[in-house]
T-cell receptor, first 113, second 113 residues
Framework: ETGVTQSPTHLIKTRGQQVTLRCSSQ?????VSWYQQALGQGPQFIFQYYREEENGRGNFPPRFSGLQFPNYSSELNVNALELDDSALYLC????????????FGQGTRLTVV | DQQVKQNSPSLSVQEGRISILNCDYT??????FLWYKKYPAEGPTFLISISSIKDKNEDGRFTVFLNKSAKHLSLHIVPSQPGDSAVYFCAASEVGANSKLTFGKGITLSVRP
């Protein structure tokens, strides 16, 4: 059974640029959620994808967008990067509708300069 | 507006003693609660969960207690081990929200040998 994997692990971008982060869900899982964890804070829900459709969104602007593919892997895209977007981005997979527990990848550390 | 609160940022206990980590919540729609453990440079790892229909759930050294009337839950670790030293996050999910988690800020637990 493969766990949740994210790429890249670290990334440095310039303000105004665009970034794409990738996530492979755990084997057998059909749902991917993305979270942003700023320094000293808990993870904050960005959005969730279930069967390739967005299934809920947190309080993040439209420049945060995502995709889920038929194999349940996912991408998080952030346009027009701002300095405050610097954070750890976590992907979590789960199996809906039967399970609430989400299993996390190791995260992508994004630094915007 | 913090819906899940972990008011103590850190806790230090002696190896072999009990660790009690507390969490309060304000949203009455939360019906499922989870604890995650996070080591540096890793993603959060699921520890234990509890449904709102229960007041206690136990898994080995870990027990979670839920007091719905007080909107309070706690994680007990007995006996504490040095390997338990990590950041612990309390998280909650709303009715029908399917693994969209709201996290607290986390508590840093240090277990002294």
């Amino acid at each position: 059974e493969t766990g949740v994997t994210q790429s890249p692990t670290h990334l440095i971008k310039t303000r105004g640029q665009q970034v794409t982060l990738r996530c492979s869900s755990q084997s057998g899982h059909n749902t991917v959620s993305w979270y942003q964890q700023a320094l000293g804070q808990g993870p904050q829900f960005i959005f969730q994808y279930y069967r390739e459709e967005e299934n809920g969104r947190g309080n993040f602007p439209p420049r945060f967008s995502g995709l889920q593919f038929p194999n349940y892997s996912s991408e998080l895209n952030v346009n027009a990067l701002e300095l405050d977007d610097s954070a750890l981005y976590l992907c979590a997979s789960s199996l809906l509708p039967t399970k609430t527990e989400a299993f996390f990848g190791q995260g992508t550390r994004l630094t915007v300069v | 507006d913090q819906q899940v609160k972990q008011n103590s940022p850190s806790l230090s206990v002696q190896e072999g003693r009990i660790s009690i980590l507390n969490c309060d919540y304000t949203n009455s729609m939360f019906d499922y609660f989870l604890w995650y453990k996070k080591y540096p440079a890793e993603g959060p790892t699921f520890l234990i969960s509890i449904s709102s229909i229960k007041d206690k759930n136990e898994d080995g050294r870990f027990t979670v207690f839920l007091n719905k009337s007080a909107k309070h839950l706690s994680l007990h670790i007995v006996p504490s081990q040095p390997g338990d030293s990590a950041v612990y996050f309390c998280a909650a999910s709303e009715v029908g929200a399917n693994s969209k988690l709201t996290f607290g800020k986390g508590i840093t637990l240090s277990v002294r040998p």
